[in-house]
């Protein structure tokens, strides 16, 4: 029988290959074949791929500005758990370029403990074609120090420039005012020190560029001029060095919204040949003044006014209430103002007076309304001496005004902060607080006044009446409130 040629053939299929495996040398368990002739677990009972990596360490943090060190003299904000901090941390430990990093995580820990744990996962090849990953913690001790900018605060002769604002008159309103421009657009954050004087602020910087950017944003909100000075503190002949120390005196202009103003004849005829008897309806990097009984408008620079200087005839202080009793307009409008004859009651005396306004628009009958009484005021001006009788008004109303039953307001504003001066006087006391209460009314009364500055909700809001009656009473004669949606939200005493 012939095999090779017949039918009869078997198909022999190929052998499966087995996988090869040993007995482990510590415990005996089957295992695969590896260059420490090992399981796994006796591999890692027996070798350490942490080895060199430290477990413990330490990261500087400012408790005055919230931010932690990064090597070698950098100073960052890092919240806590963030990804910074995390590579804040790695960064601290040594031998960590050893080994392959998979994960990290943070382990939480109390507040107050000054403890941040990491947990670390790693691999690293222990033998020929052995790949180890081991899981272990490392932590680290927060230390509190002060960072170089915050220790600049308590130093009074690390400044490398200061700005010094005046303003020459009796109150400080457009401090305050402009306290909280600042606030808003954050311009103090740059500062090392600010502190108060007795006719303005000084702003204290590290760094001149900072000195010249604080003097071009005041010069974008209020009307200023300002002089430059330098004084020599050291000098190193060998290296052809200088250490200097620079003053940045600004000036603003002592003229504030609502003020009676006598032009003098030059200025107001460079001006659109306005009325010498004007007011100032608004400051801003320049004055606009308005005639009253035309609704005339000019718009004054700083430049101009530094070139011939007046002073304001009347303030705020000097306002008169009046009544109105009824309104008659006239039909000339400018924006939100309307000319219109008003009849008005003297409230001290009860006598009766009739004055044009530009105010027509914003007065109705039974209204309360503060206006310079000029027939009876003497003012010590010698341009206001030279008009002509005809021409100066018996009353110039200025701004309609609300009585208010009591100073409690839903909403409040921040201070930066500023150092007080030394020597403060009972009286600068009550005067600051009367400045303050008028800058608060002034905010309530003026939605335009409102757009520059941050308002925020209080926790003190006046309780609601107890009847209809009393609330009825109250809507008659408190102030328009202020509405919920122009109030932000106080994060800050939250404590988030």
Same mark, same amino acid.
């Given at each position: ?45 027996? $070798?350490? =791929? ?7 360490? +330490? ?70 074609? +052995? ?92 009307? =200023? ?41 030059? $200025?107001?005829?460079?001006? #659109? ?16 003044? %308005? ?31 009046? =009544? ?6 006239? #039909?000339?409008?400018? #924006? ?23 105010? #027509? ?14 027939? $009876? ?38 201070? =930066? ?53 009393? %609330? ?21 005493? %939250?404590?988030?």
């Amino acid at each position: 029988m012939d095999i090779d040629g017949g039918n009869f053939g078997y198909a022999m299929e190929p052998a499966q290959p087995t996988a090869s495996s040993i007995l482990c040398c510590e415990c005996g368990v089957p295992t695969q074949p590896n260059a420490a002739a090992m399981c796994m677990d006796c591999i890692k009972l027996q $070798v350490d =791929i942490t080895t060199g990596i430290t477990r413990e360490g +330490t990261i500087n943090h400012c408790r005055e500005c919230e931010r932690y060190m990064q090597p070698p003299n950098h100073w960052i904000l890092a919240p806590n758990e963030s990804r910074e901090l995390m590579a804040i941390c790695l960064k601290k430990l040594r031998g960590l370029n050893q080994v392959r990093l998979i994960d990290a995580n943070f382990i939480w820990t109390e507040p107050h403990s000054r403890r941040i744990k990491l947990k670390l996962t790693v691999q690293k090849e222990a033998f020929t074609n +052995t790949i180890l990953q081991q899981a272990f913690q490392v932590e680290f001790v927060v230390n509190n120090t002060q960072c170089p900018d915050c220790a600049r605060t308590y130093t009074p002769h690390i400044w490398k420039a200061v700005v010094q604002c005046r303003q020459k008159v009796l109150h400080k309103r457009t401090f305050l005012y402009l306290e909280q421009v600042i606030l808003k657009h954050r311009a103090h954050l740059v500062t090392v020190n600010i502190k108060e004087t007795k006719d303005g602020i000084d702003f204290y910087f590290a760094q001149r560029a900072h000195a010249v950017k604080m003097i071009e944003f005041l010069s974008s909100v209020v009307p =200023i001029r300002f002089k430059t000075s330098e004084e020599l503190i050291s000098e190193d002949f060998k290296s052809n060095t200088a250490n200097y120390k620079f003053t940045y005196s600004t000036e603003i202009v002592p003229i504030c919204k609502d003020d009676l103003v006598c032009l003098p004849k030059p $200025v107001a005829k460079a001006h #659109g040949n306005i009325a010498q008897l004007v007011l100032c309806i608004k400051v801003g990097p320049s004055l606009r003044f %308005m005639d009253p009984f035309t609704l005339h408008t000019a718009d004054m620079l700083p430049a101009s006014y530094w070139r011939t200087p007046f002073p304001s005839l009347a303030d705020l202080t000097e306002l008169t209430e009046f =009544i109105v009793a009824d309104v008659d307009f006239l #039909g000339a409008t400018n #924006g939100k103002y309307a000319l219109a004859d008003v009849e008005l009651i003297k409230s001290s005396d009860g006598s009766t007076h009739i004055a044009r306004t530009h105010l #027509g628009s914003l007065l109705n009958a039974g209204d309360t309304v503060m206006g310079y009484h000029l027939s $009876v005021t003497n003012f010590n001006n010698e341009i206001f001496d030279s008009l002509k009788e005809e021409t100066i008004p018996e009353i110039v109303l200025v701004k309609k005004t609300f009585p208010r039953k009591s100073k409690n307001r839903n909403w409040k504003l921040k201070s =930066i902060g500023m150092q007080q001066a030394e020597e403060v006087k009972k009286q600068d006391v009550d005067r600051q607080e009367r400045d303050y209460e008028i800058f608060l009314r002034n905010l309530e009364e003026d939605p335009e006044l409102r757009q520059g500055v941050n308002l925020y909700k209080s926790n003190n809001a006046q309780k609601a009446p107890a009847n209809d009656a009393e %609330m009825d009473e109250e809507d008659e004669v408190d102030v328009p409130p202020i509405s919920v949606d122009e109030l932000l939200d106080d994060v800050e005493s %939250m404590r988030i």
